[in-house]
């Protein structure tokens, strides 16, 4: 086969079909080996994770387009392991990258040396696994749906090292890590004979979730609205017209010193003529 017509070739970055990158404590073991797997029986490369067959013996007499069509096919299988091997590379972390690196490694061997660091302390991930299990909670997740998705993802790498979650386990952990807000809904799931499996529980804490969310939206709207309401506004006061005609002081004073000039005068004066 010609190795440019090869659809693993086409591959540039295994980021975007593998988003995962592993760590020797990490707990997504399963997930990435899933999803791995998936990628290279896509692109036809799945017989890289196991040893290399052994080649096929060319005998003296073959033809020369034989012997030119075997070292193709040798060449094009290197290159495609290589390219695997470039695959796990780029989708461990550096930490574990150093620890399984080794000198004209193949991709099987990787493969395998990988898969050995996570399964040759079973224990040991177990019981860090259950011990996050355990002590899963709402409050520490942004939405229902994160929550609910850790709990599945940990019951999946529990079972993944012989530590089996069953699905009735697990819902149970989610209803008890709720929050008390959903007490009443926790409680009605509870008591359903038989218990709704995982993917129901999720749907109903999820619409729950939306639904507490738009009466805290309208409550929060109607404080608003209420405080808004108490709150007098500041208002200028009307200016008030000036009236048409208004004495000075200085005028209301004279007015009224020639009123008791007058007034004394006249007085003086009737007294005179009486005399």
Known sequence: ?????????????????VP???????THYTTLKTLFKVHCQIYDVMDHLSP????????????????????AADALWS???ALVLRWIYATISPALLHTILKPGQTAHAAWTSVESKFNGNKNTRAVFLGQEFANLCLENFSSMADYCQKAKHLADQLDSVGSHIDDRMLVFKILTGL???YDGISTVLQNRDPLPDINEVRSRLTREETKEKRHATRAAQSSATALAATVTPQTQSPTQPAPAYAPSDRSRGRARGRGRGRGRGSSNRDRGYAQ
């Open 52 to 71: 290399k067959p052994a080649a096929a013996s060319t005998s003296s007499d073959a033809s020369a387009a034989d012997k030119v069509e075997a070292a």
């Open 79 to 81: 290159r495609l392991d």
């Open 179 to 181: 929050t008390e807000q």
């Open 1 to 17: 086969m010609d190795s440019k017509l090869h659809p693993a070739l086409t591959v540039s970055n295994i980021k975007t079909h």
């Open 20 to 26: 995962i990158i592993l760590d020797k404590d990490s």
